[in-house]
């Protein structure tokens, strides 16, 4: 998506509008999480977005929150007691 929107806004608009967009519709997307949620996953949105648009491979975007979601889950995710 962000591609997309870098090419239809080429030199139209700041280089970063598409970035800072589809950061925002990636937090949107983890809006079930509450609104915390959201605003924290916009934000690495964001971090995902500077990747691609500095390597321009989404497999390093993917990478990176690859290995976000597993220090998440190691450090800040609790096991459930019963």
Do not use: D
């Not at 997307?29 to 321009?56: D, N, Q, R």
């Amino acid at each position: 998506m962000q591609r997309e929107l870098s090419i239809w806004l080429a030199g139209k608009t700041c280089i970063w509008v598409a970035p800072i967009v589809s950061a925002m519709l990636f937090g949107i997307a983890h809006m079930g999480g509450g609104v915390e949620y959201a605003i924290v996953a916009s934000v690495a949105g964001l971090g995902y977005g500077g990747v691609y648009y500095l390597t321009k491979r989404i497999e390093y975007a993917i990478l990176c929150h690859f290995i976000l979601n597993g220090l998440h889950f190691l450090f800040f995710t609790y096991p459930m007691l019963a």
